[in-house]
Structures are given as C-alpha cells and as structure tokens.
C-alpha cells in the first residue's frame, strides 16, 4: 500500500539544518520543507519551526490559518508521527 513511515520526534528534532533537512509537524504528520522554505512568503521565520511542530507558530501567526497554505504543506509530506 501507499502508507508512509513512521517517524519519532527525536528523529524528526535532528531535521534542523539545510544540510539535514529541514523537518516539521502538523497535526501527526511529518513534512520535509527543504525545499520550500527559499520560497516562503514569510522568510527565514519559518526556520524557527525547523524540527519542530509547527502549531504554535501558526498559532502567533494566524495568516496560516487557510486551506491553501494545508495544500502547500501536503505537498511536503514523508511521514507520520
Ligand atoms: C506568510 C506558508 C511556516 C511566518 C506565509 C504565507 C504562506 C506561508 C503561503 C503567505 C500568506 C498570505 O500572505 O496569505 C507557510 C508554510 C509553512 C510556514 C507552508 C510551514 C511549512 C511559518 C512559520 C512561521 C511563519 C513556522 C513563523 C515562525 C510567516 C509570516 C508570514 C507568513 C510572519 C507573513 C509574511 C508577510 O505577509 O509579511 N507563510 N508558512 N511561517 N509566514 Fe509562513
């Protein structure tokens, strides 16, 4: 089938670096952003997230709370929690 990984938070807390990838969280699932974060439309903000979960950034920056931006993110997915 098509399931995706599993990921721990240890694992994905290492995805913190261009050079290892940058990963977040949402909601369960585990999304590598690499190669978005060039193009965010917030700039490098969007770092302080890396190897995290991403909800209480939105939480500060409600701008995120549209069904657009969760297509984006979709986009992104490698794994779940
Ligand atoms: C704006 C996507 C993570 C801070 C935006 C916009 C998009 C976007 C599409 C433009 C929204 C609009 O103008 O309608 C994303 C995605 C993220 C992410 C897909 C995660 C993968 C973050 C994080 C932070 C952040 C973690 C802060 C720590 C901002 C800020 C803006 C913004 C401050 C407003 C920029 C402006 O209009 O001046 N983001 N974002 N973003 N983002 Fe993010």
Known sequence: TNS?????R???????SIEKGIW???KGGVYDITD???????G???LLAA????EP??????VHEQ????????EYKVGVL
Do not use: N
């Open 44 to 46: 490098d903000k969007i």
């Open 57 to 62: 950034f939105w939480a500060l920056y409600a």
């Open 67 to 74: 069904e657009h931006i969760l297509e984006i993110l979709s």
């Open 4 to 8: 995706l990984p599993v990921y721990s």
């Open 24 to 26: 977040v969280t949402y």
């Open 10 to 16: 240890e694992e994905v807390t290492k995805h913190c």
């Open 51 to 54: 190897g995290k979960s991403l």
């Open 36 to 42: 978005f974060v060039a193009i965010h439309p917030g």
